[in-house]
């Protein structure tokens, strides 16, 4: 019972992190149709930040990162996605493909292929007795914040003027626009709240790993894509939902594989995966044709 | 649309043809076989990697190959010809290792450097063969980089995966540790090769047993359930047959769950580049070619080190750039002893060497086997954020002290 209950823990903290990277993904997808896979780009930025600034307060370092993340993603949006606004899918998804490259090549160019590490929020790496649960103090803290943010965007969607008009652009764009909504910055706004995510998550990730390497971007953002599907398209409470499903599954699996079979861990996930689409075709909490934020 | 077809015909059908004519092929393969000595410098073509992922690999040892000509060009070159390194960048694209490789043929190259990797070297090897060429991977650990694979004339100044692991799974047991966990990373045969061997050496030592091990995946974010289930096992040794940047995941999450037995590992930890990603590191050990901090036991090794750094100014980042320097010392020697760079005849050279005393150790091949299997390990230990040598160990056994 133990054991499970740690496993519960413990895909609480990785489904945490997948939600902070998959509702980067989702609120570009609400709002504009896009797929943004040049958001991993934005963590790995945020990770080589994290190690440009290691040598300040870790408070001052955690605002510059945020700040180079944010500034990335709004310039992402007026120097590339601006220009292809309404395209179709395919246009847009090209666009961020062709972005997550560029940006990889560039930081490849001056960073260099070789891993890094760096330690970042060491002093929450230990773990205290819960219940008799071991719990990392770096769990704590990603479930905490994860929760936080998430109450925090949900009060934002709801309770600002910005946030209403963010709503209304993700029901229907054009309507929003001839109703006097600002496109421009409803658009840029989504990129800056992304970009806010992106960067808090990759902080985590560099704590969690204590690596990076220009490539780092890669894996999240397919995770983060794959929960948005398995959650619900369109939705953002759907895409931290299915992050919390799919992070459990890698736990549960993790755990309990055969040692034979656990190399095939990540092919049983997506199986997983396509079985629960083959019974909720729209993801566990999505509906067709929904596209809310 | 006709017209574009049968444009694009011809130039395919002219392509093929100027590939035919112009490729280092039949004329120059058979020349290269039979070649006694060039008239100008003897070239070896670099087929490495000098951008991407690989490029971080490659380095170490292109750079201890120049050393190494710069070395035997001051005493006069190998039978009175200069040594020449002639470069093709393979883009950490095992597709462009082929083209790499053809290209530096064509250059006049009599003697193929290729990459530190199978996988990735591979191919630029088979160019080179192919054409009756010697080819030499200073570095790949993979069994595969030997005769059975490659065929007679591809060489690997590798120490073989199985031989490291053997010297630290022995290594382990003379610590006292007699239960042993593996975390096996199954993504590259240099890793699965490593955990085979240390298993196998291990269990057979009296007492001692593996009581339990796990797949580990580079792109775990989370290895929390992993370390529950080693916590569980009693161990009092893990054996980390993994690399980088996904070892210093597991290493950073373990020691943060508050499990401190020892680690041992394998020689793609050297360096001390990713010791920041788990401060305070302390029991933990691996294999390497030698120790790149000045504590080497051995003197040539320190003095190869502060030259490097010298010369390129910075230190070098793994002991790997030993066998750059090692695999021009092999081939001079052959070249000497075959008096030509014709392949078949500078092979039956290098398998004739016996043991060779190199830089990175005696290295020695046969006929049947063409990657180093009974080199020393040096054993590095790392506590408080500093790496030394601890032990020496050739074929299983411990031959010296630090």
Redesign the interface.
């Known amino acids: 019972m133990s ?1 499970v209950a ?2 519960l823990v ?1 895909a609480l ?2 489904g945490s ?1 997948y939600a902070l990277i998959a509702l980067g993904i989702a609120l570009l997808f609400s709002i504009m149709g896009l797929i943004n896979f040049a958001h991993g780009e934005l963590i790995m930025i945020g990770g080589y930040a994290l190690v440009w600034f290691a040598a300040l307060p870790f408070a001052m370092t955690a605002v510059l990162v945020a700040a180079v993340v944010i500034g990335c993603g709004l310039a992402m949006e007026r120097l590339a996605f601006r220009s292809v606004r309404g395209a179709s899918g395919e246009t847009l998804l090209m666009t961020s493909f062709a972005l997550s490259l560029l940006v990889q090549g560039g930081v ?1 160019l001056f960073e ?8 970042v929020l ?1 002093s929450l ?3 205290v007795e819960v219940a008799g649960l ?1 719990v ?1 103090k ?1 769990d704590f803290a990603i479930i905490g914040v994860t929760a936080v943010l998430l109450l925090g965007l949900a009060w934002f969607l709801r309770a600002t003027s910005l946030g209403v008009q963010m709503r209304a652009a993700a029901e229907d764009f054009r309507t929003a626009r001839a109703l006097g909504v600002r496109a421009d910055l409803v658009v840029a706004t989504a990129f800056g709240v992304s970009g806010a995510f992106a960067a808090i998550a990759a902080i985590f ?1 560099v704590a ?6 220009p ?2 971007g890669l ?1 999240p953002v397919l995770v983060g894509f794959v929960a948005i599907v398995l959650g619900g398209l369109g939705r953002l409470w759907a895409a931290a939902l299915g992050a919390y499903v799919l992070a459990l599954l ?2 549960m699996l ?2 309990y594989l055969p ?1 034979g079979v ?2 095939y ?2 092919a049983l996930v997506y199986l997983g995966i396509v079985m629960i689409l083959m019974f909720r075709p729209h993801g566990i909490a999505g509906r067709p044709g929904a596209v809310r934020v | 649309m006709r017209r574009t077809v049968l444009l694009l015909t011809a130039g395919i059908l002219g392509l093929t043809v100027a590939a035919g004519c112009g490729a280092p092929g039949d004329d120059s393969g058979a020349s290269s076989a039979e070649a006694e000595l060039p008239d100008g410098p003897i070239v070896i073509g670099m087929a490495v990697a000098r951008s ?5 690999y490659d380095l170490g040892p292109s750079r201890g190959a120049e050393l190494a000509v710069a070395d035997i060009n001051a005493r006069g070159g190998v039978l009175g010809h200069r040594l020449e390194l002639k470069y093709g960048d393979t883009k ?1 694209d095992r597709a462009l290792g082929t083209t790499v490789g053809i290209d530096l043929l064509s250059r006049g190259a009599k003697v193929m450097f290729v990459t530190c990797d199978f996988d990735l070297g591979g191919p630029a090897a088979i160019a080179a063969t192919s054409k009756k060429v010697v080819a030499v991977s200073p570095c790949a650990g993979s069994s595969q980089f030997d005769v059975p694979t490659l065929g007679p004339l591809a060489y690997s100044m590798g120490t073989k995966s199985a031989a490291g692991a053997t010297n630290v799974a022995r290594f382990a047991y003379d610590q006292g540790y007699r239960k042993a966990y593996l975390w096996r990373d ?1 993504s590259i045969t240099h890793t699965k090769e490593t955990c085979a061997a240390f298993e196998s050496t291990f269990s057979a030592q009296p007492q001692a047993k593996v009581v339990g ?3 580990i ?1 580079q ?4 290895f ?3 370390i ?2 080693l916590r569980a096992s009693g161990a009092d040794v893990l054996e980390l047959c993994s690399y ?2 996904g070892a ?2 597991a ?3 373990l ?4 499990v401190d037995i020892p680690v041992v590992s394998n020689m793609s930890m050297d360096g001390d ?7 305070d590191l302390k029991d933990f050990y691996y294999d390497a070619f030698g120790s790149l901090y000045g504590d080497d036991p051995r003197t040539d090794v320190n003095d190869f080190f502060a030259r490097y750094k010298t010369k390129f100014g910075e230190r070098a ?1 793994t002991s790997y750039a030993l066998t750059g320097y090692a695999t021009v010392q092999v081939i001079a020697k052959a070249i000497e002893t075959a008096q030509t760079t014709g392949g078949p005849a500078l092979a039956k050279a290098i398998d004739g060497l016996g043991s060779y005393e190199t830089i990175a150790g005696p290295t020695g091949y046969g006929a049947k086997q063409h990657i180093v299997t009974d080199r020393p390990s040096v054993i590095l230990s790392v506590a408080g954020g500093r790496t030394s040598p601890v032990a020496t160990y050739t074929g299983g056994r411990k031959t010296k002290e630090g």
């Open positions: 054991a740690q496993n413990n903290s990785l992190l490849l260099g292929a070789n891993p890094k590490s760096a330690d060491g790496g230990a773990s071991s990392g770096l990730l969690s790993t204590g690596s990076l390497t490539g780092m894996r890698t736990v993790q755990a040692g656990a190399p861990q990540d | 991407g992922f690989a490029a971080a950490s199954p091990s796990d797949t995946q792109k775990d974010a989370s929390a359930g992993l529950a289930r980088n940047p210093v995941t290493l950073r999450q020691r943060a769950a508050g580049y990713w010791l920041k990603g788990v401060p980042v």
